[in-house]
């Protein structure tokens, strides 16, 4: 006698932590942007032309795809009380290509693809790459929104001033100049390196302040300061103390907790967000995977966030 058994195996294709592991969370990689049930799109920016010091960002996008394999058991992310799917649907872009050593011709085409994804209505999460990726986002998204708030999390202030117009450290000197952000609106939380605080407007909440102060006074600072503008949402890696994200380009000791980090990104909700990025994850100098991880519980929690407020 034979027996015949039969099930579901769509939950295997989207839980596994090993099997075909290609894109984040187990989304769908798709282009269609014309999709009307689609709401949020997954672009991965493989960069590290801008660095200063370690290279390796270029390998972010899909370490960080990879290590969100080991998130995608939990139907219901703690201590959020609904799956993503029931509000959120969400697909993989893939990365964006652009010419070898041609810095002119990835912002064109960052630019490019952002707005065409801007313009069809879904909301953008991009995944680096080094931080300069934020500056042509910062310019797709401006198109839509117009100028925005800045909510910035980093080791460094990224204001430099500079007239090099490829460099991770300048996007926030330029990005005011070019009319994209409202330094007397945006927020930059754990900042710990060199600081020319004469040189703009922005609210700083370094790392010993934010480490010594309670998560919702950190996030009573950013409402406070952000309101309702529209807001684009850039956290850089090295935010977070090196124990918790040594894959990164320019690890920074003093920094935020994983834990922190997360409950002040969960604490988002209500901000007018319109973009996002996940940046300077650099897998080559990661341990057991630790930073991507870190990367992709944090990119993950940004989505919630977003379907939170649907």
Request: glycine content about 8%.
């Amino acid at each position: 006698m034979s027996h015949k058994t039969t099930f579901d195996s769509s939950f295997l294709l989207e839980s596994s932590t090993y099997a075909n592991v290609f894109t984040f969370m187990g989304r769908p990689l798709s282009r269609d942007i014309t999709d009307s049930s689609v709401d949020a799109v997954v672009m991965g920016i493989p960069l590290d032309l801008t660095t200063t010091a370690r290279s390796g960002t270029r390998y972010g996008p899909n370490g960080v795809r990879q290590a969100s394999a080991q998130l995608r058991w939990q139907k219901q992310r703690w201590p959020w009380r609904f799956e993503l799917a029931e509000k959120l649907n969400v697909i993989d872009y893939g990365d964006v290509s652009f010419e070898e050593g041609r810095l002119e011709n990835m912002i064109e085409t960052v630019v490019e693809h952002a707005s065409r994804i801007i313009a069809a209505g879904k909301m953008l999460l991009s995944i680096g790459g080094d931080h300069f990726v934020t500056l042509p986002l910062l310019r797709a998204h401006a198109k839509k929104h117009g100028k925005m708030a800045l909510l910035h999390f980093d080791a460094h202030p990224d204001t430099e001033e500079s007239e090099l117009p490829h460099h991770h450290g300048t996007m926030f000197y330029h990005a005011p100049k070019e009319g994209l952000i409202d330094p007397a609106k945006s927020v930059q939380v754990g900042i710990r390196t060199e600081y020319d605080y004469d040189n703009h407007e922005f609210t700083v909440l370094d790392a010993n302040w934010v480490n010594n102060h309670s998560t919702e006074s950190v996030l009573e600072k950013i409402r406070e300061t952000i309101g309702d503008t529209p807001v684009y949402l850039s956290f850089d890696i090295d935010c977070l103390d090196p124990a918790f994200a040594p894959g990164t380009g320019t690890p920074v000791p003093g920094g935020l907790t994983a834990s922190r980090a997360l409950e002040i990104v969960h604490g988002l909700q209500g901000l007018n967000i319109v973009g996002m990025d996940l940046v300077e994850v650099s897998p080559p100098y990661d341990h057991a995977d630790i930073t991507s991880l870190v990367g992709a519980t944090l990119a993950l929690e940004m989505l919630y966030v977003i379907a939170a407020g649907r």
